[in-house]
């Protein structure tokens, strides 16, 4: 099997996620003395990518629009770019990566690239689907940190085109990242699954920001209001896009949570206190025995 | 005027937030070497009180059933009961408090207390309702932590009878306990304001964690949902209390999010990319504002 510490990386979009993996990779796979390895970076941002070659980040960068020079010398090929780009980048140099490659995305939303899925695997390397699930209400590389993915989990949705070796390497090389959980699913329970836990959540953070009397309300917070909108300093064409894209998984969501809220509304419009007191019970209860999932990763 | 480290502090009610008081004095205010004060504590959980005795945080302790003989020696209580329970307490014991000592509570809703302020305030000490803005998902006294005030806020609801010399130290004394921003207020404001900041963001929280489909939903989270939930690991029987004792209030907050929500919702069933997009750079903006006033603090 090949040595993670030999194999040369591409990462196009070279933004937070995009310069997270690289800062991740560099800190923790190319440390090794013996290590041959190298990382190639591909942005539209001529600062970020001279940032990042100053910092010892990126070996090499390239502009965008000579990525093509950058894709054939590349092992493994991180696409982090948003939804809609992913796809088109991907079919469009199909044909200008390194034969044998491994090449991944880090798209949130996954049934788009698989609806296409044909057009893509004509290309001749190993395409593994991915989502990193970590991320910053920061943006850009001068916001990346190589450490934000420690603990967090790693969503594979593997093909059955894909080599077994290939995917063996995927996942030594996100443990070695920091990631602690890797999930092996489709396409169809990521978006549902993700639809909740990251889509909504987002939905809900924007909805109370929104439905805040004013910006000195924070002079009143204790914490909660805090931690429940950090997410709220959202990249807002990002997240259109992500909403759009996953938009009947979401609306499932946004209804299932309607009805949550409406029967804990109603307790409280009726005084009905026992009602509310077992309701909160239970989620107390589910609540606790998520972290202990999360814990035992 | 007194000094602080001199005084001897009474609180009843020893759990997570009356022995994280505790920490934050002994650990702030009685840490000089001249310091001639003490902390006394009541509870009903004898294990709690051996504990604190055993830690040094409370010099002598005294079960609940016992508690007046501890009031009559304190220049200043922390009444850090339930809201219905903390009510009851201060009317209860009015004339067993030392005369002129400053008796203060932290209940998390002001209305029913303030509606019955004539019969507290016959007692003869100097009663300053006040809120600290802070607090932790687990219980008890075990997980208290004097450090949990750190840089947090604290809302004072002064009576036009307090003495401004027991204001002033009422504030240097939180100061000295880690909070960075005092808030002088009215009941009715506070009440209307920690509907939002707290209230509607545990109704939220819980009717999150209620609508997951189930508990191993987590293996997909990448942090939003852990954050966004982390308070739903709710004491019940107190939210209950809260919850209800600020119906009205907590109504209208929640009625304004579902009508941010259901807009947000509209320009996702309808594919309104423009109109999805500028509220969330609405929010973004609204929400960056906010943390401008968390740093300014």
Redesign the interface.
Known sequence: MKNLSDLTYGIVGFGLMGGSLGKAIRENVLSVSSASGKILAADINEASLSLAREQHIADETFLISKVDSMLCQCDFVFVCLYPHATLEFLIQHKNNFKPGSIVTDISGVKSEIFSRLNEILSGGFDFIPGHP???SEKEGYANSCGSIFKN??Y?LMPLKQNKIENLELFKQLVSLMGFT?I?ETDAFV?DH??A???Q??????????????D???????????????????????L??EL??AN?KE??L??E??????N???GF??K?N?SS?????????E??????R??VKV
């Open positions: 699930m970590a991320g967090h989990n969503i959980r999930v990521h699954k993700i909740f836990t990251s909504l959540c987002h939905v809900i953070a924007s909805a109370l920001v929104d439905s805040a009397e910006s000195k309300i924070t002079a009143f917070g204790g914490g909660s209001f805090e931690d429940l909108t950090r997410i709220a300093m959202i990249n807002a064409p997240w259109t909403f759009l938009k979401l609306l969501h946004i299932n949570f309607e009805k949550s809220l029967e804990l509304k409280i419009e005084n206190a509310l007191k077992s309701y909160l019970e239970n989620v107390r589910k609540r606790i025995s998520m972290s999932i999360e």
